[in-house]
């Protein structure tokens, strides 16, 4: 019988989690999952599928605030904040502040597209060989703008994006955009097409890698919380669970917008903060997109699959609050119907919500923890877990098998807090 000198858990079972537990088993190890819930039923179930490397730019950037004052002043705008006492989320919104510069905006888009750059690759190599059924399309992603000024504004964003980061987008004006995408409406401004883009349906990835994962000799324990570790000596020997105790050589906390609940138990500081996204799933409208699109002044995403559709998005800072707001909800659709000739189908079939771990830098946290040697962490993905999936996966893996890593995992140290 293996003793634990291979055996790492993993706490939390969403895709960041299941993309580690994947290259750890292909190294060798002897791997468990658990989740205090279902594998894969966190903020990767019914999220929007975008698989984006055009995504590469920080939520915090120059004039950041005045949109993020704009939008919550809005009745039904994409941006809310509870006003409530919470030193943690008012500590995190004044550093998020901090960072609305170009320098900081500059320096968080190069790390996170090193992350998104690598994913895309390792996506595609993935779903092919291990023959994922998750709808997989790699058509690209349409920026959609209704108005002049709109697009006006992102031309500077389009720029950037092309000048600094290589990632230039083929811009399509008014009518020609009818054309190209004729689920839209008339009158709309125009659009942005990022190629490289790509999409999938985010519940039937986290299926297909349970599948693969159970099949390749994974644990999963379901049902199973995380309530601290059993230390000495600067290393975890037990994780302390509802469902007893476990030993292993190496733990990684990939418990997302949980994970701060756990700091403590991890022995670093997590400034991650829940950000809560509503989506909506229906059947396919009968005149349904044949793009990805974005609603950039209104900030909703519309993700169209062979088996349906998807309107999501919004953003709110209510910490742990897990009731489901129609007011939330309705905005989605509301938005639809400005851009879309069919903005909905019937019958619904999902209403979902999912808290995006949020750090104020939009840069996950992928190290080491400062007290316990064979403690890890992979979390705080923001808006981008299902983007930066893979790659996270693989640079855990290879740091916590002491080989070199695929990308530089600096940016991502938990000591820049
Ligand atoms: C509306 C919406 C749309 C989005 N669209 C996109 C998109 O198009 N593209 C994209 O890249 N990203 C998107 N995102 C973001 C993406 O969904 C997240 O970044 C990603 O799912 C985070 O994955 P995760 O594995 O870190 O967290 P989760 O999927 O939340 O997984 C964490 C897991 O940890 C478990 N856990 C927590 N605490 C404990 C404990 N104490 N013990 C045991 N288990 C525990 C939970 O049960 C959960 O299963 C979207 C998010 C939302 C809300």
Same mark, same amino acid.
């Not at 995504?55 to 915090?60: E, Y």
């Not at 809310?80 to 006492?85: A, L, V």
């Given at each position: 019988?293996?003793?634990?000198?291979?055996?790492?858990?993993?706490?939390?079972?969403?895709?960041?989690?299941?993309?580690?537990?994947?290259?750890?088993?292909?190294?060798?190890?002897?791997?468990?999952?658990?989740?205090?819930?279902?594998?894969?039923?966190?903020?990767?179930?019914?999220?929007?599928?975008?698989?984006?490397?055009?995504?590469?730019?920080?939520?915090?950037?120059?004039?950041?605030?005045?949109?993020?004052?704009?939008?919550?002043?809005?009745?039904?705008?994409?941006?809310?904040?509870?006003?409530?006492?919470?030193?943690?989320?008012?500590?995190?919104?004044?550093?998020?502040?901090?960072?609305?510069?170009?320098?900081?905006?500059?320096?968080?888009?190069?790390?996170?597209?090193?992350?998104?750059?690598?994913?895309?690759?390792?996506?595609?190599?993935?779903?092919?060989?291990?023959?994922?059924?998750? %709808?997989? /399309?790699?058509?690209?992603?349409? *920026?959609?703008? +209704? =108005?002049?000024?709109?697009?006006?504004?992102? #031309? $500077?964003?389009?720029?950037?994006?092309?000048?600094?980061?290589?990632?230039?987008?083929?811009?399509?004006?008014?009518?020609?955009?009818?054309?190209?995408?004729?689920?839209?409406?008339?009158?709309?401004?125009?659009?942005?097409?990022?190629?490289?883009?790509?999409?999938?349906?985010?519940?039937?990835?986290?299926?297909?890698?349970?599948?693969?994962?159970?099949?390749?000799?994974?644990?999963?324990?379901?049902?199973?919380?995380?309530?601290?570790?059993?230390?000495?000596?600067?290393?975890?020997?037990?994780?302390?669970?509802? %469902?007893? /105790?476990?030993?292993?050589?190496? *733990?990684?906390? +990939? =418990?997302?917008?949980?994970?701060?609940?756990? #700091? $403590?138990?991890?022995?670093?500081?997590?400034?991650?903060?829940?950000?809560?996204?509503?989506?909506?799933?229906?059947?396919?409208?009968?005149?349904?997109?044949?793009?990805?699109?974005?609603?950039?002044?209104?900030?909703?995403?519309?993700?169209?699959?062979?088996?349906?559709?998807?309107?999501?998005?919004?953003?709110?800072?209510?910490?742990?609050?897990?009731?489901?707001?129609?007011?939330?909800?309705?905005?989605?659709?509301?938005?639809?119907?400005?851009?879309?000739?069919?903005?909905?189908?019937?019958?619904?079939?999902? %209403?979902?919500?999912?808290?995006?771990?949020?750090?104020?830098?939009?840069?996950?946290?992928?190290?080491?923890?400062?007290?316990?040697?064979?403690?890890?962490?992979?979390?705080?993905?923001?808006?981008?877990?299902?983007?930066?999936?893979?790659?996270?996966?693989?640079?855990?893996?290879?740091?916590?098998?002491?080989?070199?890593?695929?990308?530089?995992?600096?940016?991502?140290?938990?000591?820049?807090?």
């Amino acid at each position: 019988m293996k003793g634990d000198s291979d055996k790492v858990i993993v706490i939390g079972g969403g895709v960041i989690g299941a993309f580690c537990a994947y290259f750890l088993r292909r190294a060798g190890r002897d791997v468990t999952i658990v989740d205090a819930g279902k594998f894969g039923m966190g903020c990767s179930h019914a999220n929007c599928g975008f698989v984006s490397p055009s995504h590469v730019l920080p939520l915090a950037g120059p004039g950041a605030i005045r949109s993020a004052l704009w939008a919550m002043l809005q009745p039904s705008g994409p941006l809310s904040i509870k006003p409530r006492f919470d030193p943690a989320l008012w500590g995190w919104l004044f550093l998020f502040a901090r960072r609305c510069n170009m320098h900081d905006m500059i320096e968080a888009g190069h790390a996170i597209q090193a992350l998104l750059q690598s994913s895309r690759t390792l996506y595609q190599q993935i779903i092919a060989e291990e023959q994922f059924d998750c %709808e997989w /399309e790699t058509r690209g992603m349409l *920026f959609v703008l +209704a =108005t002049e000024k709109g697009m006006h504004h992102y #031309a $500077e964003t389009d720029k950037l994006l092309a000048e600094t980061f290589q990632m230039p987008a083929r811009r399509i004006d008014g009518v020609a955009l009818i054309e190209f995408e004729p689920a839209l409406k008339p009158g709309l401004a125009g659009a942005y097409l990022y190629e490289g883009d790509a999409h999938l349906r985010p519940d039937r990835l986290m299926a297909s890698l349970k599948t693969l994962l159970l099949k390749r000799g994974v644990t999963i324990r379901e049902g199973c919380k995380v309530h601290g570790l059993d230390k000495h000596e600067h290393r975890a020997h037990r994780v302390v669970t509802s %469902e007893g /105790e476990f030993t292993a050589q190496s *733990f990684i906390f +990939a =418990t997302g917008a949980w994970t701060p609940l756990l #700091a $403590e138990h991890i022995g670093c500081r997590v400034p991650i903060q829940p950000g809560k996204g509503y989506s909506i799933t229906m059947p396919r409208p009968t005149l349904c997109p044949k793009y990805p699109l974005i609603f950039e002044e209104h900030r909703v995403a519309v993700t169209p699959w062979r088996s349906g559709y998807r309107l999501g998005s919004t953003m709110q800072f209510a910490g742990y609050d897990a009731t489901l707001s129609r007011k939330r909800l309705a905005i989605l659709t509301e938005a639809a119907k400005l851009y879309l000739r069919e903005p909905v189908a019937e019958p619904i079939q999902e %209403e979902w919500f999912g808290w995006r771990p949020m750090t104020y830098d939009s840069k996950p946290i992928l190290d080491r923890s400062p007290e316990l040697e064979n403690v890890w962490i992979a979390a705080g993905h923001n808006m981008l877990g299902l983007s930066m999936a893979p790659a996270t996966g693989k640079l855990m893996a290879e740091m916590i098998g002491s080989q070199a890593p695929h990308l530089d995992p600096y940016p991502y140290r938990g000591s820049r807090f």
